[in-house]
Each structure stands twice: as structure tokens, then as C-alpha cells.
């Protein structure tokens, strides 16, 4: 173990040689190749194909995917740093990277057949292809339970109706897994995954998402109308989709920790930066004890998170079950992530309040994370759950 002594705006760290060397590779490219497209994205809410490309190209698509599937063949660990560097810039890139890897293709990863990893995994791992990943319908959020899509056995395969919504790339992924019904008598062991491909019959994105933040992201829904969809693309055993995809969002809510910290990072080195140069009477605001506190507040607050999406992400390595773990690191980072923004864009005064400085947008875009992948109210329900088993 290391300790990173920069400067003030970038707290101590607790990450071995390797590590700080990727994590600052990670940073230099958010600084040279994201940074100045952050604006023009989430103006038109759009992000640019080309980045997408470099982000393959970097290696973080597909990071914890082993080469011989075409991925870099790194570990979770690293995943969650490069979301959280990306984060640090613009949380739009780090979603995305974060939909792709945890969830659409560590999903198929975990539980996909020897071919269905040749077939579909390959080509998210080396670029070919992007990810989506569907649980959320528009009557079963926080009870993702209550999926109501359906998946009926048919000739060949499986016909697959209803609809998926707030989906992750769901209009320019080219692979999305999504979980239907099977069996409704079974309740959520009644829940399949299946692998769904971009320009199947019956299967197109729909209304695309108008956003309060992580704007330049893609939100959408998908629609099914009599889709065939082969056996073979059926992920995991029948009836196992939902079992599965919790054990996914364990992974997921690491992700989103990751997400949540690189923005508060983000916003906290703003202000950091502000209160140096904003003189009022006479003095830079970072001499105010009043703006000295803020800062305090945030930098323990974003330690703090940090510590936790660490211990969540190495116990996930480990190979160590961690439902309690990822939800306190998400629970915790998001909140935090959500505070220390507005903190950081009352530090700026009411210049703060505009475009021209960048709080507004780590603010917006920090809010995402108390709701994706299980709100904060969800996450306290896990948390006692769990902690109540082992009482
Ligand atoms: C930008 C964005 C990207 C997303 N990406 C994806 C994706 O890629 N794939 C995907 O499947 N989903 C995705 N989602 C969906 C997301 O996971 C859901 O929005 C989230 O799980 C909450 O569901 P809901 O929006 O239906 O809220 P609801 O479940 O309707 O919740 C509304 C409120 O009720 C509270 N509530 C609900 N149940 C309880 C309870 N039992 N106790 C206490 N409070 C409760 C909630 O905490 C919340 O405050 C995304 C959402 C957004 C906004």
C-alpha cells in the first residue's frame, strides 16, 4: 500500500503502485479527451461516438473481462477506478462505462453459456458492441419483482412482450439483456434473462429520456412485440433472471459508489479551486473559517465514501458476497455525492448558480445516483435486512 501525497484537492489514497498508475492514466485521458466535450455534450444531450471508440481503445470497455474473451483482463477493482476518474470529469462517460461492464457484460459473463460468451461478450469486450441492461419497467421499479414483460415458450425459442424503461444505451446498444416473466405462479423465481439483439423483430428502442443530469447519457425505453427470441439466447437457467440480476447489481452499486464519488471529487476540487481565487474583503474565501468547514466537510465525506467503494470493490475480488457492503458504499457515496455538490455551488456564490462554472452539473448529475440501481430508501431496507440476518 501507497499513500498518494498531492495536493489538497486530491485526497490521500490507500492504492498499490499499479493502481495509482492506472487510476492516473484513467485521469489523464478524462482530462485530455473528455474534459473538453463536457459542455457540448450535456447541452445536446448527446455523447460523441468517437469517445466511445477511445474508450474501447483505453481498454476501461470490457476492463475486468478476461483476455481471452478480448477484455484487459483486470480486475473489478479497476472498473470502479476508471468510473470513478471518468466520474470525476463528467459522470455521463462514467455511467456509461459502468452499464457497460457491471451490468450488461458481467451479467453474461456470470452466467452465460461457453458460446453465448464467444458470441456476445467478445464483441463488448473488444469494441464491437455496446451494452444495456434492463430490469426497470414502468410498473416495477424498486420492485423489480414485479416485472411484468412476459417470455411464452414458442417454437425455437421464446416470444417476448411488454416493455423495459430508463434503460442505459437502450437506443445505440447492440446487446441488452433484459429479464421477462417465464413462470408467474413462481413469482421471482419465475423471472428468466435473455439476450436481446439490436434490429431483432419485435424488439426497438422507444422514448428517449429528457434529463435533469447525466444528460450527454442515454436513457430510453425498449418495447417487445411478439419478439422470437432463440432458446439459446435464454442467460442462465430459467427462472434464475432475478436471483441473478441482484447478485449483478451487488456488482452494479460498487459501480454506482464509483459514479457517485468521482463527481463529488469533481465538484469538491471546484470549489477547492474557487475559494483560492474569489477574494471578498479583501482575502480569498478560503480564509473564511465558514468556507474552511465546507471544505473539511467534503474532503472527509469523499474519504470516507472512497474507503467504502474500496472495501466493497476488494471484497468483490475476493470473490466474498457483498449485498450489505455495496449497498452501504452506495447508499453512503451517493448522499454525500449529492451534499457535497450543493456545497461546492454554495462555495462559488451565485456564480455557482449558472452554466459557467461547473457545480451546477455535478450537482445535477450527482442526484442520478440516490435513485439508480435501488434508491437510498431501498438501500437502507437492504442494509437492515442484512444486517438483521446476522443479529
Ligand atoms: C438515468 C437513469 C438510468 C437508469 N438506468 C437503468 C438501466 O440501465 N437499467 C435498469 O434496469 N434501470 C435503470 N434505471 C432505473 C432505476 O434503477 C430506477 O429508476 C430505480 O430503481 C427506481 O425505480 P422507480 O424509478 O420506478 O421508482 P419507484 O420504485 O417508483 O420509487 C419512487 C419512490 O418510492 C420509494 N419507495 C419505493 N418502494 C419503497 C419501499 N418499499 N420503502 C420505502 N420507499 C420506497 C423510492 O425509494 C422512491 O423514493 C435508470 C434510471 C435512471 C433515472
Known amino acids: 500500500m501507497t499513500q498518494d501525497t498531492a495536493d489538497c484537492a486530491q485526497p490521500l489514497t490507500v492504492l498499490a503502485e499499479d493502481e495509482l498508475i ?32 477511445q474508450l474501447f481503445e483505453l481498454g476501461v470497455m470490457g476492463i475486468e473481462v478476461p483476455e481471452v474473451y478480448g477484455g484487459a483482463g483486470g480486475r473489478f477493482f479497476h ?32 452466467y452465460g453459456t461457453e458460446a453465448q460468451r464467444q458470441k456476445y461478450l467478445v464483441p463488448l469486450a473488444s469494441g464491437e458492441h ?8 414502468p410498473s416495477a421499479g424498486s420492485d423489480a419483482s414485479g416485472t ?27 446487446t441488452c439483456v433484459a429479464m421477462a416473466v417465464t413462470d408467474r405462479g413462481k413469482k421471482s423465481k419465475g423471472i428468466s434473462a435473455f439476450i436481446f ?23 430510453a425505453s425498449v418495447v417487445f412485440e411478439d419478439c422470437l427470441v432463440p432458446e439459446d439466447q435464454l442467460l442462465g437457467e430459467e427462472g434464475q433472471g432475478f436471483v441473478n440480476s441482484m447478485e449483478i447489481l451487488d456488482g452494479g452499486r460498487i459501480s454506482i459508489a464509483a459514479l457517485a464519488l468521482g463527481i463529488a ?31 473539511a466537510n467534503m474532503a472527509t465525506q469523499i474519504d470516507a465514501a472512497r ?39 454554495q462555495v462559488h456564490g451565485g456564480y455557482g448558480y449558472t452554466k459557467d462554472y461547473p457545480p451546477e452539473k455535478y450537482w445535477r448529475d450527482s442526484k442520478l445516483c440516490t435513485i439508480g440501481e435501488g434508491t437510498s430508501e431501498i438501500q437502507r431496507i437492504i442494509i437492515a435486512r442484512e444486517i438483521l440476518k446476522q443479529i
Open 307 to 345: 474507503l467504502l467503494m474500496y472495501r466493497a470493490a476488494w471484497m468483490k475480488d475476493e470473490g466474498k458476497k457483498t449485498t450489505k457492503e455495496s449497498s452501504m458504499a452506495k447508499l453512503f457515496a451517493s448522499e454525500i455525492s449529492v451534499n457535497v455538490c450543493e456545497e461546492a455551488i
Open 130 to 137: 455496446l451494452g444495456a441492461w434492463g430490469l426497470t419497467e
Open 22 to 53: 492506472f487510476r492516473d492514466s484513467v485521469r489523464e485521458f478524462a482530462e485530455a479527451r473528455v474534459r473538453p466535450l463536457v459542455r457540448e455534450m450535456d447541452e445536446h444531450a448527446k455523447i460523441s461516438k468517437a469517445l466511445i471508440d
Open 148 to 174: 411484468k414483460s412476459t417470455a411464452a415458450r414458442a417454437d425455437g425459442g421464446w416470444i417476448v412482450n411488454g416493455s423495459k424503461n430508463f434503460i442505459t444505451h437502450a437506443i445505440h446498444a447492440d
Open 79 to 110: 472498473s470502479v477506478l476508471a468510473v470513478e476518474e471518468l466520474s470525476r470529469v463528467d459522470g455521463s462517460v462514467g455511467i456509461s462505462v459502468a452499464a457497460h461492464n457491471s451490468l450488461c457484460s458481467n451479467h453474461i459473463y456470470q
Open 197 to 219: 439483439e439490436k434490429g431483432m423483430k419485435g424488439f426497438s428502442p422507444s422514448k428517449k429520456e429528457n434529463k435533469l443530469g447525466l444528460r450527454a447519457s442515454e436513457t
Open 265 to 295: 471529487q469533481g465538484a469538491y476540487e471546484s470549489a477547492v479551486k474557487y475559494s483560492k481565487e474569489r477574494q471578498q474583503f479583501g482575502k480569498p474565501i478560503s480564509e473564511f473559517q465558514a468556507i474552511q468547514f465546507k471544505l
